[in-house]
């Protein structure tokens, strides 16, 4: 399945949505996309990365959202991952991924509007 990307503002924070397999083969679209999303970020910014359209989240994507998440540090700002799949939420929890970057289930429970549609 091919990755596809959308960037958008909910709540006056930008949130980056990932549709499909964020693999080795779709790292240079994330890398960039993440690049982007932070560096558009207001410094101390809160930013976040949905994960529910995700079908396949591999090492390779992993790391990237690390580094995302390192610079959003760097800017004195966090990025927070949206995840509701139990798989890949257990994928997170395995990897110790959510020991380093914050997740939630929903953006709800949140920085960004509970009220917000991310569909």
């Known amino acids: 399945m091919e990755l596809r990307l959308t960037q958008r503002e909910v709540a006056g924070h930008a949130v980056l949505a990932i549709d499909g397999a964020a693999d080795l083969a779709s790292t240079p679209a994330l890398h960039g996309a993440l690049q982007r999303l932070v560096g558009r970020a207001d410094l101390g910014a809160s930013i976040a990365v949905d994960l529910d359209g995700t079908t396949v989240?591999?090492?390779?994507?992993?790391?990237?959202?690390?580094?995302?998440?390192?610079?959003?540090?760097?800017?004195?700002?966090?990025?927070?991952?949206?995840?509701?799949?139990?798989?890949?939420?257990?994928?997170?929890?395995?990897?110790?991924?959510?020991?380093?970057?914050?997740?939630?289930?929903?953006?709800?429970?949140?920085?960004?509007?509970?009220?917000?549609?991310?569909?």
Do not use: I, Q
């Not at 939420?89 to 949140?110: H, I, K, M, N, P």
């Open 57 to 119: 989240l591999d090492d390779a994507a992993l790391g990237l959202l690390l580094g995302a998440a390192a610079s959003a540090r760097s800017r004195g700002g966090s990025l927070l991952v949206v995840c509701s799949d139990e798989r890949l939420r257990a994928r997170l929890t395995d990897t110790r991924f959510d020991r380093a970057v914050e997740v939630a289930a929903s953006l709800g429970t949140s920085v960004v509007d509970p009220a917000a549609d991310l569909s």
